[in-house]
């Protein structure tokens, strides 16, 4: 059943496909299996293809693919199996991305590592975004670029070989063995990269990685529309686009909820925005500074995709090093940033600090004045220079509509950008793309960071503007709406589990603005060694969630989301948002997130029977 039968039986699928597969960006966990994550969904897909089985409930009771949408969902998975079958070859060894030049860095990234050769051939034009210079400056990526007229006129190559070809047919390939990766890109979908050759499977895990932390797999959306091409369903579309509309909503929309009226820049995912953040600073750095060390401050214990996105940075530039900063439980955020700004400054270095207000998981907020007072603090170099003022670089997913960097505002004064997660709150959930905007003092570092999200190809799709321009403006109601449920249940369970700890805002803090809709409980334990408190806690932890979402599965889900339009969501932050941070620094406790629409009360009724059990 190969050929034509098989681009029937894709046909089917997509004509019953579960609406989910489509406006989900988080994952369910209730049938995920974070080993098999990258495997599992294609192998049970591949028993239903050999069984000719498209019925809607048998694709919905298929397991999660991959974690997230940033790095891989159903349609993008299945976008890729019909492609190996089209290329024969395994479905690993095809990637798709939403990006059209993030491909070909991820194979320049692993070269670089490795000490290994690329060449770069293309026929027609390289993308429109390709900056060689600033790729080999900047990046410290080196290649060689050679026109060709097709694939097979490729030579055999002391390295690797890539070929690039731009066509409106992303889902056929030139093949030819002198080839190790053949990347497809199509103006409008994105890109799909194909790995040629066992020597080369060592790439396979590392260019997912890469599209796991600097951009995003090609979006539900695009994968839809490659996916009829290929089956012969419909030619490409081209309807009228009203993203300039959108995208001046959108960035009017940001500059309001900020309460500065600089220029936003707007991405496919909060990592694919705070990449840009990082080259932009350290292309910025290079430019003004080019003997100077680069110090990326960054608290050890914040969400792993900056924690591991951080750290691949700097292995890859000599110039940049990583700080770790303290910030959580017992440990002070201005006082650890004072220290480290100090310690920089001896050694005349550049610092850029990146930290989340609220904190994550423990939802802790820093003496803001204090905080103000230490990063507008002047320093002297040993050589008696004023030392380089820090850039603050803020997380505020958990409450972007706090306003930091208007006139007057705490941070105002100083260098400091903000950006946020757009798959929670600014989308509720509908999209990954997300945001960032500057003060006035960063309005040159913003120039760089536009150049350099402009160079991955990763700013905003179409559709994620379309859904960014609908749900913004509701975003505020909907962080007002959500707190109140939060601060509701919070206080419930403190009065019928006193003895739990709570990490939430105080009452004090939400008057400022601070109105989070996440909090974090460290349930009460027993033993009577701390071995054993531990793993009493540990299994307690996953008897409440799952109490809760066995009790009410249409809203309360084993998820991370946060910020989303309905529901309630519950994780381990030690075994999801912190997946990649050392084992000593993880979090071993419950976050919940509430969103403006749920049954409370059915919520308090579930957590009162768990309190009556344990």
């Known amino acids: 059943m190969e050929g034509s039968n098989m681009l029937g039986y894709i046909k089917e699928v997509l004509k019953n496909m579960p609406i989910g597969w489509l406006d989900l960006t988080t994952h369910r966990l209730d049938i995920y299996n974070e080993e098999l994550a990258k495997t599992q969904f294609l192998e049970e897909f591949e028993t239903l293809y050999t069984d000719f089985n498209h019925d809607t409930s048998a694709l919905d009771a298929l397991p999660t693919a991959y974690d997230y949408i940033r790095l891989g969902h159903p349609l993008s998975s299945i976008l890729e199996w019909v492609i190996a079958r089209l290329f024969d070859t395994t479905p690993e060894r095809v990637i798709s991305f939403s990006s059209k030049t993030v491909p070909v860095l991820a194979i320049l990234r692993k070269n670089l590592l490795a000490h290994k050769n690329t060449q770069i051939s293309y026929k027609g034009k390289l993308p429109a975004f390709f900056d060689e210079e600033v790729l080999r400056r900047v990046y410290g990526y080196q290649f060689e670029l050679n026109e060709v007229e097709n694939a097979a006129s490729i030579s055999e190559f002391d390295g690797s070989s890539i070929f690039i070809s731009q066509q409106d047919d992303i889902g056929h390939f030139e093949r030819t063995e002198s080839v190790d990766f053949f990347i497809n890109v199509h103006p409008q979908l994105g890109s799909v990269l194909v790995v040629n050759g066992s020597q080369n499977e060592s790439y396979i895990s590392e260019i997912q990685h890469v599209r796991r932390r600097e951009t995003i797999a090609m979006t539900p959306n695009n994968s839809l529309v490659a996916l009829n091409v290929l089956v012969g369903k419909t030619s490409l579309p081209h309807t009228k686009s009203n993203v300039e509309t959108h995208k001046t909503s959108v960035l009017a929309s940001i500059k309001e909820i900020n309460g500065i009226h600089t220029k936003p820049l707007v991405a496919s995912s909060g990592l694919s925005i705070q990449y840009a953040i990082m080259m932009g600073l ?10 100077k060390a680069i110090k990326f401050i960054v608290p050890p214990n914040c969400y792993g995709g900056t924690n591991d996105q951080a750290r691949r940075v700097a292995a890859c530039i000599d110039q940049v090093e990583i700080v770790d900063l303290p910030v959580d439980g017992d440990n002070d955020m201005v006082q650890s940033i004072d ?61 972007p509509n706090v306003h930091f960097l208007g006139e007057g505002k705490i941070l105002s004064a100083v260098r400091a950008i903000s950006y946020a997660s757009g798959s929670k709150f600014p989308s509720g959930g509908k999209c990954t793309a997300g945001y ?7 309005s040159a570092l913003m120039e760089k960071i536009e150049m350099n999200l402009r160079l991955c190809d990763n700013e905003a799709t179409d559709l994620q503007y379309e859904i960014l321009a609908e749900q913004l403006p509701s975003m505020n109601q909907r962080i007002v709406d959500a707190y109140k449920n939060t601060r509701e249940f919070v206080s419930f369970i403190n009065d019928t589990l006193p003895e739990a700890k709570i990490n939430f805002v105080s009452e004090e803090l939400a008057a400022q603005g601070f109105t989070p809709s996440v909090f974090s409980l460290d349930l009460p334990t027993k033993g009577t060694t701390p071995e054993e408190k531990e793993s009493y806690k540990r299994a307690l932890n996953l008897q409440l969630i799952n109490l809760m979402i066995t009790e009410i599965p249409h809203e309360s889900k084993f998820c991370v989301s946060y910020g989303q339009l309905q529901g309630c969501y519950w994780t381990i932050p030690a075994t999801s948002t912190q997946g990649t941070t050392k084992e000593g620094d993880k979090d071993y406790i419950v976050r919940a997130s509430l969103s403006p629409n749920l049954d409370l009360e059915l919520h308090k009724k579930v957590f009162l029977k768990f309190v009556q059990n344990i």
């Open 436 to 442: 960032c905007i500057g003060n006035k003092k960063t």
């Open 339 to 399: 220290i480290v700004l100090d310690k920089i400054a001896q050694e005349d270095a550049i610092p850029y600090i990146i930290a989340e207000i609220p904190t994550n998981p423990r939802v802790e907020v820093p003496d803001l004045i204090k905080l103000k007072e230490v990063l507008s603090k002047e320093r002297i170099t040993p050589n008696g220079e004023i030392a380089i003022d820090p850039v603050f670089i803020l997380d505020q997913t958990f409450c």
């Open 282 to 291: 350290i292309h910025d750095a290079m430019e003004k500074h080019s003997d």
